[in-house]
């Protein structure tokens, strides 16, 4: 656990760049709010954790060995069981809430924070409860009393004498530094509530030798003999155990014992622990009986032991004045604790080292409310000097010994006493030094009491190095930019900028000019002032930036980018008020093209709200619907195509064409009517394949279309022999739902020559082909 | 007779336990139980404001210190935590089997990662940030100095307490309430990798900031790090929907900056109390899927006028397309609304991409006409908006050209076409080069007439 400070020596080591110089606030405003919030009300008394998991850690402590639960497994549960575990968990809850209530009141008694809830009648109640029960422990009984030390609960004098004999006879069979602990403590609690109950103790020098025998040569404790291992928790419980026997004892305990219990405390702080800042601390490496034992829980123990002693003995215990300084530093460096414990053992043990009765020992804090310092609003280096609580000093001045530069050991020496002001309680320094300019000092403070007396009555820990900074306004003058010839250096554009305030120059210039910006800065007393960051930066259109420290030859590092640059000042330091960024204009950049192997300008990364953004939306762009003819046109040329039609037809009538050759007899005119009729049939077919949906059409008069064919074809053939019969069948389709969709037959050309018969089938494999066949035709018409 | 009934009962409330303690499933995505890593168990004091929040939320903590050589985060195969904290800035190597690999897997697996750095970062942390595309700055002794919006303070002058208030603009992240405050840094700053587009500032720095050790004067070389482009706190959300956070400052945790009042330098806004504490909750309330966290379902499409989902469309079909969104809330799923999901209907690329309306109740839908080429198409919901977890759904459908019979059947074009072949008409035959006769009704009676006539 040598890391348990790392972090707050990390936080030190940020706050104040030397060690040396760290700063220590005492006890404050917020440690009552962090107290008020950490120790909330639950139930009436101060829980943090859940009734469940009282129950349960009963429950553990009932039945402490685990293998009894699967035997118990199968055993059924009557209903009465529920009164038992309630009573079971009213009791756990008491012995645990009723040190968690000690802790809170104790915190808020030492922080001066009056009871906001009046918890005094139910705790009350579970003290009287505890003290009455025949079957709490010596350590229920002394929490018991604790808290009743702070409630002075309405008791009576029955159930404290019921308590001693109980709490005498634990004493006499403890064995284990606990046991030891909470009787005496009990003991002590009881002798300070009631001064009816006579609490004595005869066998004082055995106890005490008995508590002795567990200590070990380094100073430190075992919690009992059995366990080898001891810890700093340990010897402050001791210590107080010790405390406890020698106050109670009746007969004055030997003398010699409290010699060699002296010489154990020096011991003990033989082995504490330091930090770089001059905080001191108990480490804690045992985890023992008592669970895991933070840094701040040991020394708080070590610190209550070590108070407790003080107040029984009249002998002078020579504590080390620095390690008690050292040790308020560190309960207040660690701030304010996060959790409720340690919130509690901070503020006790700050509490204890300010009321230690060894009045050689009680630690006071220098601190400063303010480091930062401004010289431009005249502000004034304020010094607080309290004790740890926050309780001011008797009568002392402060003097201020000596400057260092900070980061350098060249040191003034001033020696200049601080005024008092006793409204504030500050002691105040009206005017810095003469030669303190802005920038960072470590000051160096010394505590002076008026009376020597009291000298002996604190430990001040000598010279306090803190780290001050000295702010102020920076003038800024002469700023201007220049444009250089790059060959003669002569000017060839300037221009006069206003800082910190607005500009808008306009500039341009090409690879072989220079760019100059100058400008001066002092401090308020008149000096030079070199701020730690003077940044120029250009910013090319495409966003890429380039920075410069050096403001002479920027020709280069610009990727080749000509185009505009957006100039952007930035001058700033942590002792400069005023610092600032500001836009100046911009230069137009003329520069040559980029060479092949020449850098490219670094990825930029991705702007995350452009990324996410809905994208553009997309319409598909359907195919334009083919161009047609208009309706009439396509109505004109059908009139024109059936002329030849009406003119045949009117030729015929012209012709006095007839059909009076049709065969009379029955025979030849039933043929010849079959003949007609076929013919007729497979016209009729053509009008229906056009008029009908063709697929139906071909699947349902399949066959009929086959037979009327062969009829048209075999027919007139045999009839009309050396004729030519061309028979074009458009758009037959029998053949497309069978086979494929795609496939189209588009002509069949059936003819004979001579005795031969030709079928010339063609087709094409597009399903399209048929609506341009229709156009094509019409445009060869035309 | 009264001890083996206490056991009992003792033994169902440990049954119970696990169920209380329910762990990470598509229906909740919020995480549940978390190992947090400290180098330091004083951490749990001086951070507890954090924790406490994590505590209350129903997370269950389970600390250990980061050299604990019985850290695991993996038993059998299977994951014991949904998310890790790291605020162990200084561990240089894990205790147990963890390294940083095994935090790699973790995070590939889907689980989240909050790392909190400082001054002191080790290797193994820069290590770690660098695999999520996040690059602190390499000069150990740099921390990020900002002299024109710093924390204003009566006792820390050296501006290395930066007072940040440009913060990502995403609802989701950072919760619907505006962070007026704005938030104590104090730490290292980092740059994102422009490689990485999965990484985001959650906090970035002022213009005027930059990375530097501040006791040291600045050489002639600029530093690595300045201006905006200094993340100080910066968020992945991983194609899994793993999210990472990282921040430069272990501090900005800590209560002390939790409680602490901040006033921005040449601002003459004065707040009570930092923003950290609303940064830090709304931020680690996103990182464990409390937040953002979406889920699609109902899927579906069908032509205008019908109902049911087709095996197919044919080109030119009008179809109607919805989808319902539903956003995880924290304890429930709740409507997702928003103007900017959109649909695609994809083959190779997208040749419709619309925008879905809203009802507001969680379905959104579209009508489109199916573009006139067929193929193999897919309804394509690719949805990744801000700090939501991304949505990539797909279904594939296939559209048909029309078939033969589909077409147009009297043209009137044509006209002049069908009149010839009816009447007594001609054409040419182009491919063949024949003159055709067509005389259907002219043949007929020709015919007769030829035969019969006297």
Known sequence: ?782 | MAAPKFAFLLLNLISILPLLVSSFSVDRPTDRRILVLLDDLSLKSSHSLFFSSLKSRGFDLDFKLADDPAIAVKRYGQYMYDGLILLSPSTERFGGSLDVEGVLDFVDSGHDLIVAADANASDLIRNIAAECGVDFDEDPSAVVVDHSSYAVSETEGDHTLIAADDFIQSDVILGNKKIEAPVLFKGIGHSLNPANSMVLKALSASPSSYSTNPSSKLSSQPPSLYGTAISLVSVVQARNAARIMISGSLDMFSNRLFRAGVQKSGSLNKYEKSGNEQFITELSKWIFHERGHLKAVNLRHNKVGESEEPSMYRINDDLEFSVEIFEWSGSSWVPHVSKDVQVQFYMMSPYVLKTLSTNGKGLYHTSFKVPDVYGVFQFKVEYQKLGYTSLSLSKQIPVRPFKHNEYERFITTAFPYYGASFSMGNYVDVSTKYMIELQMAGFFIFSGVYLYNK
């Open chain 1, 1 to 782: 656990m040598a890391r348990y400070l790392r972090l707050l020596l990390l936080a030190v080591l940020v706050l104040a760049a030397s060690c040396e110089s760290a700063v220590f606030s005492p006890v404050s405003e917020s440690h009552r709010s962090a107290a008020l919030e950490l120790f909330s009300l639950a139930d009436g008394s101060y829980g943090r954790t859940a009734l469940v998991q009282y129950s349960i850690a009963c429950l553990l402590c009932i039945f402490p060995d685990t293998d009894h639960y699967s035997t118990l497994l199968a055993k059924t549960i009557p209903l009465n069981i529920c009164g038992l575990t309630l009573l079971a968990i009213s009791l756990c809850c008491t012995i645990s809430s009723l040190e968690e209530t000690y802790e809170a009141l104790k915190t808020f008694k030492v922080l001066g924070i009056e009871k906001k809830h009046d918890i005094t009648t139910s705790s009350c109640a579970s003290v009287a409860h505890t003290l009455k029960s025949t079957s709490s422990a010596s350590k229920d009984y002394f929490q018991a009393l604790r808290v009743n030390s702070i409630l002075k609960c309405d008791l009576n004098s029955e159930a404290f004498r019921g308590t001693e004999s109980k709490l005498k006879g634990s004493l006499n069979g403890a064995n284990s530094l606990i046991d030891f602990y909470y009787s005496i403590g009990g003991l002590v609690l009881l002798k300070e509530q009631t001064p009816e109950v006579d609490v004595h103790l005869g066998d004082a020098d055995r106890i005490f030798r008995s508590i002795k025998a567990l200590g070990q040569s380094d100073g430190r404790w075992r919690l009992n003999s059995n366990n080898p291992e001891s810890s700093n928790n340990a010897a402050g419980i001791a210590l107080e155990a010790l405390a406890g026997v020698i106050s109670l004892a009746t007969p004055q305990i030997d003398n010699s014992l409290i010699t060699t219990l002296k010489n154990d405390l020096l011991k003990l702080f033989d082995g504490i622990e330091r930090y770089d800042d001059g905080t001191y601390y108990f480490d804690e490496k045992h985890v023992g009986a008592l669970g895991h034992q933070s840094p701040i829980s040991a020394s708080a123990s070590v610190v209550r032991g070590i108070t407790a002693v003080a107040a029984v003995t009249s002998e002078n215990l020579n504590l080390p004045g620095d390690k008690i300084l050292g040790l308020a530093k560190f309960f207040l460096g660690v701030g304010i604790p996060g959790s409720a414990q340690d919130l509690y053992h901070q503020i006790d043990a700050l509490s204890c080292l300010e009321n230690i009765r060894q009045v050689e020992s009680t630690p006071l804090i220098l601190s400063l409310p303010a480091t930062v310092i401004s010289v431009t609003k005249k502000d004034q280096l304020k010094v607080r000097v309290s004790t740890v609580l926050g309780s001011p000093a008797r009568t002392l001045s402060v003097r201020l010994m000596q400057i260092f530069v900070s980061g350098s050991k060249d040191a003034s020496v001033i020696d200049q006493k601080l005024k008092f002001n006793a409204v504030s309680g500050m002691h105040v320094l009206e005017t810095l030094p003469k030669n303190i300019d802005v920038g960072s000092y470590v000051f160096s403070f010394e505590i002076i009491f008026d009376n020597p007396e009291h000298k002996k009555a604190y430990v001040t820990g000598g010279r306090t190095r803190v780290l001050v900074d000295i702010t102020g306004v920076i003038k800024i003058g002469n700023a201007e930019i220049v444009i250089l010839d790059g060959d003669h250096g002569s000017i060839e554009t300037q221009k006069k900028l206003t800082l910190p305030g607005g500009n808008d120059v306009a500039l341009s210039a090409n690879h072989l000019q220079k760019l100059r910006l100058s400008f001066d800065l002092t401090t308020p007393s008149g000096n030079a002032f070199n701020p730690h960051q003077a940044f120029l930066k250009l910013r090319h259109e495409s966003e890429v930036d380039h920075i410069f420290l050096d403001f002479l030859g920027l020709v280069e590092k610009f990727f080749y980018l000509s185009g505009r640059y957006d100039i952007q000042l930035t001058v700033g330091d942590s002792d400069m008020e005023n610092s600032f960024l500001q836009p100046l204009g911009y230069v137009e950049l003329d520069l040559p093209d980029a060479p092949e192997k020449a850098a490219r300008p670094p990825p930029q990364p991705v702007d995350p709200y452009s990324r996410y953004g809905p994208k553009p939306e997309i319409a598909h762009i359907f195919r334009d619907p083919e161009k047609r003819p208009a309706k009439e046109l396509s109505l004109v040329f059908l009139g024109l195509v059936l002329i030849p039609f009406f003119g045949f037809l009117a030729g015929l009538v012209q012709l006095r064409a007839n059909l009076k050759n049709f065969p009379k007899a029955t025979v030849p005119s039933t043929f010849a009517l079959l003949f007609h009729l076929g013919i007729a049939a497979v016209l009729a077919l053509y009008a229906l394949f056009w008029l009908k949906d063709q697929s139906q059409l071909c699947l349902t008069h399949f066959p009929c279309t086959c037979i009327l064919l062969l009829t048209f074809l075999f027919g007139p053939i045999y009839h009309t022999e050396g004729t030519r019969l061309i028979g074009n069948v458009l758009d037959v389709c029998w053949a497309q739902d069978t086979i494929s969709s795609c496939i189209h037959f588009v002509q069949v050309k059936i003819y004979v020559k001579g005795p031969i018969l030709i079928l010339r089938v063609s087709g094409t494999g597009s399903c399209l082909k048929r609506a341009q066949f229709a156009i094509w035709f019409y445009r060869v018409r035309v």
